[in-house]
């Protein structure tokens, strides 16, 4: 009964038996590198989400906030690598970082330019093979 993480630079996030079995091409990865994708509404912001378990939650620093009444849309950055996109417009990153939207909670209260602790749901992670970009499932 083997426990798997995933670490994203300093942050590590501990992959739950759910989401393993919902992607068993995973266990075919076991240290190689893969690439992640997080969708903006399986972030929130710990101090809303309630109990959030031991590696379900990184560090971010929070660079801007947009208000929408409903949600806020929260941009951050996280100590990790990232994956050109190929869009020329996409926002230069510092080296060793990737920028995030999350979808927060209106209760929210993260402030820009502070650091926040953003919950993520472990079980809608996806993944993707390095070098062909396609996703890992079986």
């Given at each position: 009964n083997r426990t798997y993480a995933l670490e994203i630079a300093a942050p590590t996030l501990t992959l739950s038996p759910e989401l393993l079995a919902k992607r068993p091409g995973l266990h075919n990865y076991d240290g190689k590198r893969v690439v992640l994708g997080i969708r903006p509404e399986d972030f929130e912001d710990v101090a809303i989400a309630g109990?959030?378990?031991e590696g379900s939650s990184l560090?971010?620093?929070?660079s801007l906030l947009e208000a929408l009444g409903s949600e806020i849309m929260v941009h951050f950055s996280i100590d990790a690598g990232r994956v050109d996109s190929g869009d020329p417009d996409a926002v230069e990153e510092a080296a060793g970082t990737a920028n995030a939207v999350g979808r927060f909670s209106p209760r929210s209260r993260v402030r820009s330019g502070e650091?926040?602790?953003?919950?993520?749901?472990?079980?809608n992670l996806h993944f993707f093979d390095q070098d062909t970009r396609l996703?890992?499932?079986e």
């Open positions: 109990e959030v378990a560090k971010a620093d929070v650091t926040a602790k953003v919950a993520v749901t472990i079980e996703a890992i499932w």
